[in-house]
């Protein structure tokens, strides 16, 4: 045999299996799409395991339904290998208790991974659930939309019987704040207020009594009465270094501000209030 039949014999061959090889990847990967199917969960967080991601691993969560069933969830540390990138919220953010709805894929080994579509999303909710002060709510978080929860350290509000203070800033405005921006303002905020009432005050009544925290002497028209989730309170619109609407709440002997301040109609803050205030409940 001539070296000129022993170059095509070979060329052939490699041909041959360089087509296989190929031809197997694909049946692999044809397997292990088929090995996966679309699930959409809601559940809260009992654990998060971000250390894989340190050498590319990726971050794997525990998420708990109400069904009593418990997921694995994970999320590459190359978030270029995710197709759904955009829709992944900051799992560096996540903390015990926060609620998570995730639609991704989930294998026979039971992992679900929220990457494999641009359909794929996971989402981010902190949960305030303060059994002893009776009141419960939650928030979007893990975006730069999202926000930030605070409680500042108690402060002159003590003399009006205060009892805590959970503050909601905007990611954004929350990391500028942060980074010491000089000559800035303290941003827009929503903020649930929480007071004694030992003197079982109406709402209405405790805000004229304690105008320096209600800001109901900056109100803008009308203080009208209302319900929030079963509690009787009121609601007015303020004006002060930002626009501000405010309902103060009385419950079981406490008293509630929740209010949301904002620059402009168009401001995110602004189109959250009110979804943020469908989320508050009282405690029995």
Known sequence: MNLKNILIGGGIILALLIGAFFALNTYIYN???????????????????LEPMTYDGPGRIILATEDGKSYTIEVPARMNLCEAKDSIGDISTLSIG????????????GVVVPCGSMEHYLRITGIVLDRELKVRFHYRKGTQDGYVLTTP????EEAADFEEAYILTQKSEYDALQAGEPGREGPPTISVLIYKNPKAQSARAWAEANPSVSNITLARGEVTDTTLNGAKGIRYDGDGLYASETLVVAHEGRVYVISGSYLDQESQIKKDFTPFLSTVGFLK
């Open 31 to 49: 397997e292990k799409q088929s090995d996966t199917k679309r699930i959409e969960l809601l559940g809260l967080v009992t654990a998060v395991d």
């Open 153 to 156: 350290p108690h402060g002159n």
């Open 98 to 109: 926060d609620g998570l709805e995730v639609v991704g894929d989930i294998t026979e080994e």
